[in-house]
């Protein structure tokens, strides 16, 4: 019994320790740097600051202060992956954690949490399959969070398409709603293409990616998936919350293959950000700090 006992006390304190880990990890802010070679030889890089899963509640100051130091980075554009809400009176957080880099073009789509608000959940259901959209979950004021973002200039890709040039390049957008609650709806082709053509979904579920790799886009960006928030050292993600694999649940990748720079010059590239928040019913990570990504995209070879 004494055996026993002790064996309990350590799993105990192990769980304990491991707790105390994942909620200060979720603070544990980080910007990553990465270099995607996809522009012509002789381009001028052009430098993207990818946001990602803000889940932002109105009392949440270190987060937002977070946010707002990211001004200090020398982007040239600004483009978030959607889930920027956790409350219903969230939008003010996310404008002044934005405000810094509205001086900035941007681009934008959402993901569920734009529309509904978080509800507890057994994190156990994620092992069986995607988390589904509870009837009782309340609406967010979405209207009022475009209003925002629309209103400093920055371009709405919900099914939408768009072009913004920066730093001598005309970028071609196309950008998907949430595929996670089926809002997805590919826009039609207008035939415009510029120099680099890039698509902004949040949940990178596959219907979604084959339809943005099929359009054209070179590189596409996406959030959802927190990186798979609670990882396994030496692992990774345990779930993605999608139908996307595991190794792809955060990072730089190819798409459908390997990388365009290892040979399959058919995939497209593919970034999902692990994100800077949570849940405000989960607020722990393990072994997957929340972050920001800026990418510098560069020339081939």
């Not at 491991?18 to 995607?36: K, S």
């Not at 809002?183 to 084959?210: E, F, I, K, N, T």
């Not at 694999?245 to 497209?268: N, Q, T, V």
């Amino acid at each position: 019994m004494p055996y026993a006992r002790n064996v309990l006390a350590v799993a105990g304190a192990a769980a304990a320790a491991g707790l105390a880990w994942g909620l200060a990890e979720a603070h544990a802010y980080t910007t990553r740097r990465v270099a995607v070679p996809l522009l012509p030889p002789g381009s001028a890089p052009v430098r993207i600051l990818h946001l990602s899963d803000l889940h932002l509640t109105p009392a949440q100051e270190r987060r937002i202060d977070w946010v707002r130091s990211l001004a200090r980075e020398e982007v040239d554009l600004v483009v978030t992956t959607g889930d920027n809400l956790a409350h219903a009176d969230a939008v003010p957080a996310v404008a002044r954690a934005l405000t810094p880099l509205f001086e900035l073009p941007g681009a934008f789509v959402y993901g569920s949490n734009d529309y509904y608000a978080p509800t507890p959940i057994n994190p156990f259901k994620y092992f069986k399959a995607p988390s589904g959209l509870e009837s009782t979950r309340p609406l967010l004021p979405t209207d009022s969070l475009t209003t925002v973002l629309e209103g400093v200039g920055w371009t709405n890709l919900n099914n939408a398409r768009g072009v913004v040039s920066v730093a001598g390049h005309e970028i071609s957008f196309v950008g998907m709603d949430d595929p996670h609650i089926q809002r997805d709806s590919m826009p039609s082709d207008d035939g415009v293409r510029g120099d680099l053509h890039v698509g902004v979904v949040h949940a990178p579920y596959r219907r979604a990616l084959d339809a943005l790799q099929a359009d054209g886009v070179a590189l596409t960006l996406a959030g959802h998936t927190h990186g798979g928030q609670v990882c396994v050292p030496g692992m990774g993600a345990l779930v993605t919350n999608c139908d996307i694999d595991r190794a792809r649940a955060k990072g730089l990748h190819g798409y459908p293959g390997l990388r365009p720079d290892e040979g399959d010059p058919a995939s497209m590239w593919l970034h999902v950000s692990a994100g800077v928040g949570t849940s405000p019913y989960a607020r722990v990570r393990f072994a997957c700090r929340p972050e920001a990504t800026v990418l510098t995209l560069v020339p081939r070879g």
